[in-house]
């Protein structure tokens, strides 16, 4: 019998001073083949019905692979689209070098703690 490995990702809400609605999810564990699908379903989940701003927490994410990062790009497409934000922050120490080997520190906005990254968001503008 296939296991199937589920990633946990916590998820809440933030409201910035100005009322932008800010997503914040936080997985748990690894971000690989096995789970990035699941990562990536949420982020469009959150994106197309919550808030077309996002804040990934990695903290707990040790380990990340080419298909972790791959969702996390799709991620910032389907927000950059919809005219939203796709931030990254606490970066694991591990998971870190991931990002600099592959040079993905420099597409990603990537802040060391949440509230860096929460500090920033910009403002929703009504159409």
Do not use: Y
């Not at 080997?101 to 910009?122: Q, R």
């Amino acid at each position: 019998m296939e296991q199937v490995l589920v990633i946990h990702i916590d998820q809440r809400t933030h409201t910035t001073p100005d009322s932008t609605t800010v997503i914040v999810l936080a997985p748990t564990g690894r971000l690989d083949i096995t789970t990035a699908w699941q990562f990536r379903l949420k982020l469009q989940e959150c994106i197309s019905k919550l808030s077309h701003h996002v804040v990934v927490n990695l903290g707990q994410v040790n380990f990340i692979d080419s298909s972790g990062l791959t969702s996390l790009v799709a991620g910032m497409r389907d927000a950059d689209k919809v005219k939203g934000s796709f931030r990254i922050c606490n970066v694991h120490p591990e998971a870190k070098l991931v990002f600099e080997v592959t040079m993905m520190d420099s597409v990603f906005e990537i802040f060391d703690t949440e509230e860096e990254a929460l500090e920033g968001v910009p403002r929703t503008i009504a159409s």
